[in-house]
């Protein structure tokens, strides 16, 4: 494929409700979308960066800036001199020279993927390797400002069909709400826990009281580069520790279970540089018999799409943080993704199978386009 340009547009999409994690609280998402335009066609990719560097390392606007001055460039440059073109699985070396920044890759392997396989006539899907019609769907569910309101909005879900529930935890909020959800759901739900960094390894005595609720997974309690610390707390409690942040690479993952810090594998393709390297990770738990589950950053209905159908594969064996589109945004950039039966569908049309509602992006739009060619 000849890539002839590539559109960073920028926009803010309201939350239906505030997202409160151990660190911090979001009302909006700020939106980078890439848009690429090749000889074959156009394609779409999102970028789930945040807003701030929080979460992880990288951050919507450092995103831009690495895509705008460093990978765009790059791969404007490496599609006109080459003879066949540039396809995604060329990406990762063609991006080799800009070390991190997975998130900003990401995107724009996604918008390629979107491009190569609308050109081919095939779903996302299909290229990955989905073997599911439909995946069953988690939520994620924010910490909120008193138990009676967690439970209003844990309750809300349960009646919307989800089949599995997940609370954000952090010091001074973890053991009563967790007690409270699992007296309200019940003792067959599945209900797991993700505290997104926010303990250390003197926690350990106060995370193992968390085995009575029998969780299916504790997600990320340590901060991301100490593999060790989740050896320890693995080693210490019955609940399996499920490894978010720190999985950045499918050698991590690999290092990971080797080493038995997580039992169960998180995986978001933003995180770990795109659908691609987020295959191998899949591939490396199979082999091992981990189980994986499709991890979410809040995105609209473009990178939901790809997500949904990634969540496909047969090793995805838990329900995911894929929320229906109303779980996030009044409108969404795409056709909304609704909840039948606790299950989203994966889309079965060309690329990520779904259409980007221009008009919306331009009216939600903060600031200009931006035009790399
Ligand atoms: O997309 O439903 C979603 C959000 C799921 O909890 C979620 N994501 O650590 O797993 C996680 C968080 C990180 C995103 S915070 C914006
Ligand atoms: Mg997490």
Redesign the pocket.
């Known amino acids: 494929m000849r890539i002839q340009s590539l559109r960073l547009h920028r926009l803010n999409m309201p939350l239906v409700r505030a997202?409160e994690?151990s660190f911090g609280r979001?009302t909006v998402r700020d939106v980078l979308l890439v848009q690429i335009e090749t000889d074959a066609g156009e394609g779409w990719g999102e970028c789930v960066a945040?807003a701030d560097p929080v979460?992880s390392a990288e951050y919507v606007d450092g995103c831009q800036h690495v895509i705008e001055h460093h990978l765009a460039p790059a791969l404007v440059a490496a599609s006109r001199s080459s003879e066949a073109g540039i396809i995604a699985e060329d990406l990762e070396s063609l991006f080799a020279f800009v070390i991190g920044h997975r998130m900003a890759k990401a995107a724009i392997e996604a918008a390629v993927l979107d491009a190569q396989l609308r050109a081919a006539g095939l779903s996302f899907g299909t290229y990955l390797g989905a073997t599911r019609a439909e995946v069953d769907c988690g939520v994620?569910v924010g910490i909120a400002d008193s138990i009676d309101e967690l439970l209003a909005e844990v309750a809300e879900y349960v009646d919307e069909g989800y089949r599995r529930i997940?609370l954000k935890i952090r010091p001074g909020w973890d053991l009563s709400p967790v007690r409270a959800v699992r007296n309200l759901i019940g003792a067959r739900m599945l209900l797991q826990v993700?505290a997104?960094t926010a303990y250390t390894v003197a926690d350990i005595d106060h995370l193992r009281r968390l085995d009575e609720f029998d969780l299916v997974l504790i997600e990320q309690p340590f901060v991301e580069d100490n593999i060790r610390d989740h050896v320890t707390l693995a080693h210490a409690i019955d609940t399996p520790v499920c490894l978010?942040e720190s999985i950045t690479t499918v050698g991590v993952a690999i290092d990971a279970i080797e080493r038995d810090a997580t039992s169960i594998v998180?995986i978001k393709p933003g995180r770990v540089g795109g659908y691609i390297e987020a295959v191998r990770i899949h591939d490396a738990c199979v082999l091992r018999d981990v189980r994986v589950w499709c991890?979410?950053?809040?995105?609209t209905g473009i990178g939901r799409a790809a997500n949904v159908a990634l969540a496909g594969l047969p090793g995805f064996r838990l329900p995911g943080?894929t929320?229906a589109s109303a779980r996030y945004y009044a409108e969404d950039l795409t056709e909304p993704f609704v909840l039948v039966d606790g299950r989203l569908r994966v889309p079965t049309g060309p690329g990520n199978g779904v259409e980007v509602r221009r008009d919306l992006v331009a009216a939600w739009a903060t600031r200009p386009v931006l035009l790399v060619r």
């Open positions: 997202f994690t979001q945040g979460y994620s997940k993700d997104n978010d998180n991890g979410g950053m809040l995105e943080d929320s």
